[in-house]
């Protein structure tokens, strides 16, 4: 079912792209297709964020914002989720009612201050320029690096744009020696609405107290991928 669209030409990554006929209210078994299973989840259904997770919402222009949050002051409830009934909004206030049309984020960022070996996320309500709404294209940027192509070209066939349900599932694995610290999605000519949900990261080890403790868990995770690939 999935795609394996890009591999190490970008910055270290493979991005893998489910449909969005992938989705199952049953977690488990969508866990499973996606290879996310025993990932730390983000559901968005709590304003908590999962700990090393920080997200960055930037607008240019006057009127603009740019701020980043390690802990959320809302969610949206969204008739269209990939999990519960909340998502999470491309605004730093994650409250639709009350928001003008242009005032949502150019850009929003996850950013994981523990390293991230794998990173999956749910996209919904993206407007792409073939879809039914078009508005705008999208950029995926990896470790502070934009892709060279949109991410509907990158995730095609498997992405789906529309103004309401759900685009698709993206799966974001690091190279061997390589980890992810950030991925973000940017609105490429019109600041539109952006939600995510079922946030998956599979962190090199667990967020750590003591960088040596740290340290010691980057090199026992790639000894140990070492020897799951030999
Ligand atoms: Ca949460
Ligand atoms: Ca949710």
Request: proline share 6%; hydrophobic share 45%; charged share 15%.
């Amino acid at each position: 079912m999935g795609v394996t669209l890009a591999s190490s030409a970008f910055g270290g990554v493979t991005i893998t792209s489910f449909p969005p006929s992938i989705f199952n209210p049953d977690t488990g078994v969508m866990d499973s297709t996606l290879g996310i299973d025993g990932f730390t989840l983000e559901d968005f259904e709590d304003a908590t964020l999962i700990p090393g997770l920080a997200i960055e919402f930037l607008k240019g222009g006057v009127a603009g914002f740019n701020e980043t949050l390690s802990q959320l002051s809302n969610v949206l409830a969204s008739p269209t989720v990939w999990d519960g009934s909340h998502v999470l909004l491309n605004h730093p206030t994650n409250g639709f009612l009350g928001l003008g049309s242009a005032s949502f984020s150019t850009r929003i960022t996850f950013q994981f201050s523990t390293p991230a070996l794998s990173v999956g996320v749910g996209l919904v309500g993206f407007q792409s320029l073939v879809s039914n709404a078009p508005l705008t294209d999208h950029r995926l940027i990896i470790n502070g690096l934009p892709l060279p192509d949109t991410l509907e070209t990158l995730a095609a066939p498997n992405f789906v744009g529309h103004s309401r349900f759900r685009n698709a599932y993206l799966r974001i694995d690091a190279s061997e020696g390589m980890n992810i610290t950030s991925i973000g999605f940017e609105n490429i000519s019109f600041a539109e609405l952006l939600e995510f949900d079922h946030l998956a990261v599979q962190y090199v080890c667990e967020p750590a107290t003591l960088p040596l403790l740290l340290l010691g868990c980057i090199g026992a995770a790639i000894l140990a991928r070492r020897r799951a690939t030999d």
